[in-house]
């Protein structure tokens, strides 16, 4: 357990010079930016005075929501401070983040759980649920089991590795977290679409990947509450 997370860390550490333009300045990565903004913006309180803290924060994409952020790769927290000056960043493992009990109105983490094992992240719900408030919320997201098994998909390592299903994600919240609410990201095949309709297609996806079928989304987007 311990050597694949130090293995995810070095991992983030040697590409984060790289990381934003290689994942995100192409139409395949803005379609997933489009569509985890959009969600964040409706599920994340940014009133003055409430503390936001983002796990995983990495080089800082989706670091304006928070009021803090965390990760355990320096090297991507680097560009995380130049990015966010006004954000408090620690330097920590998630499951052991030191802050104080009880401190955040909101906790999200995007891109994640999903590379960790179950062990991993049983340790993040606890620490996750000690560091809210009561009433505050866990934002998170994780691939689909469902959408995973419709297609046969296997990943063969850790990246992106980790897989649920909503009734999982029950099981795995039952003792500290009640679900409030579910939503997916990117509902349809985007690698195999042409470039040039990714941008036309992403308010279409949206609203597919947060109907009836969100299940079989590419991502699951839980929001938790304390």
């Not at 009990?101 to 999903?114: C, E, S």
């Not at 390592?157 to 649920?164: A, D, I, K, P, V």
Request: proline share 3%.
């Amino acid at each position: 357990m311990k050597e694949r997370n130090n293995e995810v860390v070095g991992y983030y550490d040697t590409i984060a010079a790289d990381y934003d333009d290689s994942r995100f300045n192409n139409s395949y990565g803005r379609f997933i930016d489009y569509e985890e903004r959009r969600l964040l913006d409706r599920l994340i309180d940014t009133t003055p005075g409430t503390l936001r803290l983002e796990m995983a924060c990495g080089t800082g994409r989706l670091t304006h929501y928070a009021t803090h952020g965390l990760d355990a790769s320096e090297e991507m927290m680097r560009f995380a401070r130049q990015r966010h000056p006004d954000v408090s960043f620690t330097l920590a493992m998630a499951a052991e983040s030191g802050f104080d009990d009880a401190m955040f109105d909101t906790v999200y983490a995007f891109h994640l759980l999903m590379h960790l094992d179950t062990h991993t992240i049983d340790d993040i719900f606890d620490e996750v649920y000690r560091i809210l408030k009561p009433g505050g919320r866990f934002i998170f997201d994780i691939p689909s089991k469902k959408r995973r098994r419709l297609f046969s998909h296997r990943q063969q390592s850790w990246h992106g590795g980790t897989e649920l299903s909503s009734a999982d994600i029950t099981q795995l919240c039952s003792q500290h977290f009640k679900v409030k609410s579910r939503h997916g990201v990117m509902m349809l095949p985007v690698h195999k679409l042409p470039q040039t309709l990714r941008s036309p297609l992403r308010r279409i996806d949206f609203a597919l990947a947060n109907g009836w079928l969100k299940e079989y989304s590419s991502y699951i987007v839980v929001e938790l509450v304390k």
